[in-house]
């Protein structure tokens, strides 16, 4: 596993591509904001999860897509007024 700064380095270069694939799935600014961030956040208070099986990126897309079912979830049990 790298070292705290160097994923933190990592993660701000892939947060871009990350934020466009949520964006394209959400079709929402804010919400796809969101969605990235708690990603990012997950990745950062357990960095000793990400056992290296695959690429980080591919590892933290993975857990966007779980963050982008919750929030269209989420959106879904909305009533509009």
Same mark, same amino acid.
């Given at each position: 596993?790298? !070292?705290?700064? &160097?994923?933190?380095?990592?993660?701000? %270069?892939?947060?871009? %591509? #990350?934020?466009?694939?949520?964006? #394209?799935? #959400?079709? $929402?600014?804010?919400? *796809?904001? +969101?969605? =990235?961030?708690? *990603?990012?956040? &997950? %990745?950062?208070?357990?960095? +000793? @999860?990400? &056992?290296?099986? @695959?690429?980080?990126?591919?590892? %933290?897309?993975? /857990?966007?897509?779980?963050? /982008? /079912? +919750?929030?269209?979830? &989420? !959106? $879904?049990?909305? =009533?509009?007024?």
């Amino acid at each position: 596993m790298t !070292s705290l700064p &160097a994923l933190h380095q990592q993660l701000e %270069v892939m947060r871009p %591509v #990350l934020l466009r694939f949520a964006l #394209l799935q #959400l079709r $929402n600014q804010a919400l *796809a904001e +969101d969605a =990235v961030q708690e *990603a990012l956040l &997950a %990745v950062l208070e357990k960095p +000793d @999860s990400f &056992a290296g099986q @695959s690429s980080l990126r591919t590892y %933290v897309t993975g /857990i966007l897509k779980y963050k /982008i /079912i +919750d929030c269209l979830r &989420a !959106s $879904n049990k909305e =009533v509009s007024l």
